[in-house]
C-alpha cells in the first residue's frame, strides 16, 4: 500500500478531479470548496469525523446529489453527474455504507439489480461465486439477504458494486461490520486490481489502521472543507486523529498497546489486560460484587429449521463489571442481542434480571426488568429517524412524559434538553428529525435514551461500530463510566481491541455456544482468536 510505496506516481491528468465542490442544506454547510484527485492505479483515503462531509462529497460523485457549486473532471474532461446512471456510464460504482437492498429478493436477484436486458439466472448466480472466491467474500447466492447477518449483507453490496466492474470505486465504511481477517482479504485481492488493472479507488472510512495500511494517500475533512492531505507513509494514526477532530484524541489502539506493555508485554507473548484495573488490584472485586445482575441460564435458540443458534448459553453479568462477549460475526451474537431485547423468545432456559426470571419474547418485558439495549444497527431497531430528536429519546420510556396517555410535549422538552446537554449532543433543535444528526450524535442519543431508565444492565452491542474516533472515545468513556457507577455491562463485539479496551471478563462464543472464558488481565489477541476460531477452551 501506500506506506509501503508500492503504487506508482502518478502521470496524466487524474482519473477524477472535484475543483472548488460545495454543497448546503440549509444552515449546514456539508462541503465547502473542496478540491479531491483520483489516481488510477492508487487508492485515495477520505478521513473526518461523522459529518464532516465525506458521504455527501462521495454521493455528489456518484450522481445522487447534485452539488451548489464547483466541477466534476473525468480524464481532464468537465462532465455532469445529474444521476447514478450518468455516473455509470462514467465507470464509477460506490459500495454504500447503508445498504442498497432488498430484503425479500435473494443474493443473486439483488446483485443483478438495474440491470438492463434479460437476467441470465445462471450466469449472475456464476459471477456472484466468482467474486466471492476471488474477494473473500462467501456468500450463498441463494439466500435470502433478509436472513442474513449484517455482515454478510455487506458483502452481498460490496459483490453487487463490483459485478459491473467500474473502472473508479468509491467504498464508503465497506468494512464495519466485516472481520478483520476479512478486511484484509479484502483490500489485499482489491490491491492487486488496483494495480494490475489501472483502477482508481477512494475509501472512506473512520478505521485509521485501515487507512495508513490500505491507502496511498490521505485527505482528511472536517466541518465540510479540506483540512490536510498527504502522502499515507508520511503520516501516522495520531496525527491523522488530531486532523479530523481538531484535538489530541485518545486512541483505542494506543490504549490497549500501553496495557501491554505495562501488564507483562515485557515477559513475552501479546498478552493484553483490560483498561480495568490489574489482577491484584481490589476494585475490580469490589465493584462487580453482590448477585448477578443478568443471568443467561443454558438458553437455548433455535432458527426455523430447528437448528440451535444460541446453544445452552450459559452467562452472568455482575454489578459493576463489563463482561464482553468476542466472536466473528454471525456466530449467534445477534441472536443473543435479540433475546435481551425482548425481539427473540428462547426455545430452552431461562434469563434472570437481578435473580427475578423474565419472560423472553414478550414485548417491553427486558425493558420493564431493567435492561437496557444498545442494538447493533441503531438504524434497525434503535432509533426512528424520522421522528425529531426529543421523540427518539423517549421512544421506550414514553410513559415518563405521558402519565395520562397524552404526550406532555413540553415536559418531553425539557426533558430531552438534559439528557443533550448532559450527552454533549450536538443538534440545533430539538425538534430536527433524527436523520439530520451525524452517526456520532444519533448513537449518543440512543446511550443517553438507555441510560436514562436507571437500568440493571446495559446490553452494548457493536457499540462504537461506523463511528469515528472521536465518538468511539466518548461511546467508551460512557460505558466504562456506568460500569463504575456499578451498571452490569454486557459488551457484544466482533473487535477485539474493544473487547481488550474495556472488558474486566471474557467470554468467546463460537457456533452458537460459549466455547471459553478468559479474565480480562489475562487475555491475549493469539488465545481469542483461536477461541473465535471454534476452539474449545
Known sequence: MGAEGTSPTPSGPPAVRL??????????QACASVDLDLHRG??????????AGKSTLMKILIGLVLPDAGTIEIDGAPVRLASPQD?????????HQHFSLV???????NVALGEAGALRQGDIRARVGELSERYGLQVDPDATVGSLPVGIQQRVEIIKCLRRDPSILIFDEPTSVLTPAESAQLFDTLRQVVVAEDRAVALVSHRLDEILRVTDEVTVMRRGRVVDHTGTGSTDAASLATAMVG???????????????????????????????????????????????????????????GLPVLDRIDLRVRPGEIVGVAGVEGNGQRPLADVLSSLLGTDDGEVRVAGVPVTTGSAGAMAAAGVAVVPEDRHDSGIVAELSVAENLWLVDIERVAPAGIVDRRAMRQRAAELVAEFEIDCPDLDVPLFSLSGGNQQRVVLARELSSNPAVLVAAQPTRGLDVGAIEYVTDRIRQAAEAGLGVLLISSEIDEILDLASRIVVISDGRIVGELAGHEADRARIGRLMAGERA
Not at 455516473?87 to 459500495?95: D, E, L, T
Not at 490489574?278 to 432458527?303: F, I, K, Q
Open 103 to 109: 430484503d425479500q429478493l435473494r443474493v443473486w436477484e
Open 42 to 51: 492508487r487508492v485515495h483515503g477520505i478521513l473526518g469525523e461523522n459529518g
Open 19 to 28: 475543483i472548488g465542490v460545495s454543497k448546503r442544506y440549509g444552515e449546514v
Open 247 to 305: 484535538r489530541g484524541v485518545s486512541l483505542r489502539s494506543e490504549r490497549v498497546a500501553r496495557s501491554a506493555a505495562d501488564r507483562g508485554a515485557d515477559r513475552g507473548g501479546d498478552r493484553v489486560a483490560g483498561v480495568g484495573p490489574a489482577a491484584d488490584d481490589p476494585e475490580p472485586a469490589a465493584r462487580a460484587a453482590g448477585p448477578d445482575v443478568l443471568h443467561l441460564d443454558r438458553v437455548t435458540v433455535r432458527d426455523a429449521t
Open 87 to 95: 455516473a455509470a456510464g462514467h465507470g464509477i460504482a460506490m459500495v
